[in-house]
């Protein structure tokens, strides 16, 4: 559709654009990314030519963008860019029928039957029809988008260039525009190109992507563009993660700052207190620990810093459970819970340092019930640094020591929770396995916990 | 339905206000024709113009010195306050849609000091071109306005390209307050009389001019108004700005150069014919625009049926408050039009506070 050959062009003298060539298909959602300067809308106004060509070409649908005249380009292109000031108190209504502005014909150029269809067409998917008659200086910010939004798809254009539409909107109006959006690329093929900010965003939306630096392109591609940490970090300088979206299939980036707190980081001994209380135990971290666990509460990878073993005597509904963490004044999102019907004092709780690692392990054990399979409930903290790779192998590591020790004692379990703590303190390990240091520790330390604890259990019964 | 019959109420709302307009203007008309220091009864008036323009009428007898006063003195003064009112209203309103600036008048970008320098030195040095008369002002003047415009066009087109909106208001100043010197200048020369004489003539007015004023200023009339009027929407998508004007398919620097050349044409002539009468070409766009909000499609044919009612009224004021005296019809205007658009303002910032 939009066909962009060895294009060279912007402001007199330096050109900003330095030769780049780039095709973008039919009905698709292209992304054009990069940082502040790259050159991005400047490509933007070669097309709509507010900016001169001084070589290569530009082509719409196989022909030269020069030799469109005004009306003709702005039947085939519509652009919404960043919020526009309009002056004087224009109804929406009215700035949506200024779209129609390239299809008007005859000497009195008036609104005919088709026009007024169209424009009533567009306000109902745009959704603003019932505040027609507002001025659109009195509307909120994401109405007026989507009011300027209405306007572009009035002049019933084949392409629509965006230039950071949803710059300053926040994220349920930037979410709205671009379903929107989408919805009309599907509906009517519409071919959408645009410049996006926010790459977690455009990753979200965009059917293709180039990556532009400098006024040259780097990459040109599927949404894997947004995969390539260290060409992200070499554009933008932040050092970047790609992370899996939870439920679509498509990457997101996390930002570090470069700025990190200074860390209080007390020896890791130091940098917890455990209480005991008459149905609960309490493990309370200064700093949030990085955590993989499969507790009842606070499961999967994430930041925790609020650790119990609580007794009781049923499995709580959700309900009950949020009671009980507004009664112990415990953050719910914060805290891992494990649950158990034993007795407190079955709880061993071992510190140690193992290959020279600072570690401590709770372990409860609920195996001395007759005819019913037991389980070992085990929450392990260790002052390292792990990958989330390197935390995936402590898990299995851990889990097939405990297994070990269990064999060996000859008691089948059923349900068991596990919970690795991390402080992240140190050199990152990128992986853990029975050949390292990390891995040894953590197999030593489930190990003999196992052990002790499933004693202490049989002993108390 | 509801939209149906909204829209019909709103059509007829504005079907209204022409109708209103027009009556408004008829009714000023007559007033101005009806009330002087020499009573004329309305039937006769009425009788007199049927003649004089369709050679129909309907009374026996009609006073010869009666028709004189009506068609040689009161109905020109009328028409011409009509032209001038109607000029300066659309002159303003195609200017504050230009520069999307609501403080824009038709004197901003100088034309008008153009063709008041013309006149001023026609009146300090009391010559007159052979063939032209006492028309020489006047065309000296427009002559003057329109070469006016051609310097500001230069100086705007070499310091922007694109006819950049503040590059036009600089350009307009700056030439504006340089001729606004000379004219001081020419002043300060002067005798006495040539010192009243002119500033007489800076205040304005409408009086004593006859027809052949009028048919000086109606062909600058029609063509700058057909010239508005025919790039009304391009008016109306300014107001986006001219970046996104151009993404609608304007071609906007085609659209300003021919917006200014209309406007220009109108305020030179205006000025040419009347003197520069203030804030009528300021308030009236702005009072249009209340009433029937900011598209230009109707603001333009109202401004000038309001305006040229105004300047009429004005006109009537300036020479019955004193009478048999005359005030200057600037005068008037600033002393209506400053508290008029004084009230605007502030009822415009309640307005917004209670929306809000």
């Known amino acids: 559709m939009i066909h962009i050959q060895n294009l060279v062009g912007g402001y007199s003298k330096t050109p900003i654009i330095k030769g780049i060539d780039l095709e973008i298909n039919k009905s698709e959602f292209f992304a054009l990314l990069g940082p502040n300067g790259s050159g991005k809308t400047t490509i933007f106004k070669l097309i709509t030519g507010q900016l001169p060509i001084i070589s290569g070409s530009i082509s719409i649908a196989g022909k030269e963008i020069s030799s469109f005249s005004k009306l003709e380009k702005a039947k085939k292109i519509a652009v919404l860019t960043q919020e526009v000031q309009v002056s004087f108190d224009y ?58 939004l209405a306007k572009a798809l009035a ?40 410049i996006l900010h926010d790459l977690n965003v455009a ?19 599927d949404v894997n563009l947004l995969r390539n940490e260290e060409q992200l970090q070499h554009v933008y300088q932040v050092q970047v993660n790609a992370q899996s979206h939870p439920t679509v299939p498509k990457p997101q980036l996390l930002m570090t700052p470069k700025f990190v707190e200074e860390a209080k980081s007390p020896s890791f001994v130091n940098g917890y207190e455990i209480k005991q209380q008459h149905d609960f135990v309490h493990v309370h971290f ?16 994430q930041w925790l810093q609020h650790f119990c073993q609580v007794h009781a005597a049923y499995n709580p509904s959700n309900e009950e459970l949020l009671q009980w963490f507004e009664q112990k004044d415990l953050p719910s999102k914060q805290t891992s ?40 409930n085990m929450m392990l903290f260790m002052d390292a640094h792990f990958s989330d790779g390197a935390l995936v192998n402590g898990y299995m590591i851990a889990t097939e020591a405990k297994m070990k020790a269990l064999q060996e004692l000859n008691i089948a379990t059923s349900s068991d929770s596990l919970l690795l703590g991390l402080t992240q303190n140190g050199e990152v390990q990128s992986s853990a396995s029975l050949e390292n240091r990390v891995g040894k520790a953590i197999h030593d330390m489930v190990y003999s916990a196992t052990k002790e604890a499933v004693q202490k259990n049989l002993q108390l019964v | 339905m509801r939209n149906l019959s909204i829209q019909k109420l709103l059509s007829n709302k504005i079907i209204w206000l022409y109708i209103l307009s027009g009556g408004l203007l008829l009714g000023t008309s007559l007033l101005g024709l009806f009330l002087s220091s020499v009573t004329v009864p309305i039937p006769t008036i009425l009788h007199i113009i049927s003649e004089k323009v369709f050679h129909i009428g309907w009374l026996e007898e009609v006073q010869k010195n009666e028709e004189m006063i009506i068609w040689n003195i009161r109905l020109p003064r009328v028409v011409l306050a009509f032209c001038v009112g109607a000029s300066l209203s659309l002159a303003g309103a195609a200017f504050q849609g230009l520069l999307r600036n609501p403080l824009a008048d038709p004197y ?79 002043i300060s020369l002067g005798d006495k009389d040539a010192m009243t004489q002119i500033i007489y003539w800076l205040y304005g007015s409408v009086g004593m001019r006859g027809w052949d004023y009028v048919q000086l200023i109606i062909p600058f009339m029609i063509v700058g108004a057909f010239i508005l009027f025919y790039h009304y929407r391009e008016l109306n998508a300014l107001a986006l700005g001219e970046e996104a004007a151009d993404h609608i398919g304007v071609d906007v620097k085609r659209g300003k150069t021919f917006v200014l050349i209309g406007a220009s044409l109108l305020t030179g002539a205006a000025v040419a014919v009347s003197g520069s009468i203030g804030f009528v070409g300021l308030v009236i ?50 002393l209506i039009g400053a508290p008029v658009f004084a009230f605007l303002l502030i009822r415009e910032r309640i307005g917004r506070g209670s929306n809000r």
Do not use: C, W
């Open chain 1, 155 to 194: 002049q019933e254009p084949e392409i629509l260039l965006l230039d950071e539409p949803t710059n300053h909107l926040d994220i349920k109006h930037t979410f709205q525009i671009l379903d929107l959006l989408k919805t009309h690329q599907h509906v009517k093929g519409l071919t959408i190109f645009s």
């Open chain 2, 108 to 186: 901003t970008i100088g034309v008008s000091s153009g063709a008041s320098l013309g006149a001023v030195i026609v009146l300090f040095f009391q010559f007159s071109i052979i063939g032209l008369g006492t028309f020489t002002l006047p065309i000296v003047s427009i002559i003057s306005g329109l070469l006016t415009l051609l310097v500001v066009f230069g100086l705007v087109r070499l310091s922007s390209r694109s006819l950049a909106v503040e590059t036009i208001i600089l350009a307009g100043i700056i030439i504006s307050s340089f001729i606004g010197a000379l004219v001081s200048l020419i």
């Open chain 1, 286 to 301: 200064e700093q949030p620990l990085r955590t993989i666990s499969n507790g009842i509460v606070g499961d999967g990878i």
């Open chain 1, 91 to 148: 109804t929406v209504e009215e700035i949506v029928s200024l779209g129609r502005y390239p299809h008007q014909k005859g000497i009195l150029k008036n609104l005919s039957k088709h026009d007024l269809e169209v424009i009533e067409e567009v306000m109902e998917i745009t959704k603003v029809s019932e505040f027609r008659k507002k001025q659109f200086r009195t509307i909120s910010g994401g109405e007026k988008q989507r009011v300027l």
């Open chain 2, 285 to 334: 766009p702005h009072l249009v625009r209340l009433i029937v909000g900011p598209n230009h499609r109707h603001v333009l044919p109202l401004s000038m049926l309001i305006g040229g009612s105004f300047l009429i009224s004005a006109d009537l004021i300036a020479r019955v408050l004193i009478a048999p005296k005359e005030l200057p019809i600037g005068v008037i205007t600033a």
């Open chain 1, 203 to 221: 990753s979200l939306y965009a059917d293709r992507f180039a990556l532009l630096n400098n006024g040259s392109l780097l990459e040109v591609g």
């Open chain 1, 337 to 376: 819970v494990m649950m158990t019907t034993q007795r407190l004092e079955n709880i061993v709780v071992v510190e140690r340092q193992v290959e020279g690692i600072q570690m401590m392990i709770m372990a409860m054990s609920e195996v001395g019930m007759k005819g019913a399979k037991g389980k070992v």
